[in-house]
């Protein structure tokens, strides 16, 4: 069974730092692209990050400068290394990824279960 488990959130004063990872696992053989997406109360589900295989990466204006998206490609794991953290930035986080599956050229898109980070002021 193919999942992606996200680990790393926690509770943080502002202008602090965490890590985000996202692993994949499962009968896959490569991730495409991969994006971390979050979400706080009362709130639509936002686009923080993306990494593509070429490893160009995206950000929403609210983070640029702020956090970075990486992936190690071997680990089939994605990390948000977050830093100057604010309490606007309190949400549940979650990874999203494209996953080929081993032995085809088939890909498929998957979620993981989300991590909560909270930033207190």
């Known amino acids: 069974q193919v999942q992606l488990v996200e680990s790393g959130g926690g509770l943080v004063q502002a202008g602090g730092s965490l890590n985000l990872s996202c692993a994949a696992s499962?009968?896959?053989?490569?991730?495409?692209?991969m994006g971390w997406y979050r979400q706080a109360p009362g709130k639509q589900r936002e686009l923080v990050a993306t990494?593509?295989?070429?490893?160009?990466?995206n950000y929403a204006d609210s983070v640029k400068g702020r956090f970075t998206i990486s992936r190690d490609n071997a680990k089939l794991t994605g990390y948000l290394q977050m830093n100057s953290l604010k309490p606007e930035d309190t949400a549940v986080y979650y990874c999203?990824?494209?996953?080929?599956?081993?032995?085809?050229?088939?890909?498929?898109?998957?979620w993981g279960q989300g991590t909560q980070v909270t930033v207190s002021s």
């Open positions: 499962g009968s896959i053989s490569s991730i495409n692209a």
């Open positions: 999203n990824a494209d996953l080929r599956t081993r032995g085809t050229m088939l890909s498929y898109n998957y």
């Open positions: 990494i593509f295989s070429g490893g160009i990466t």
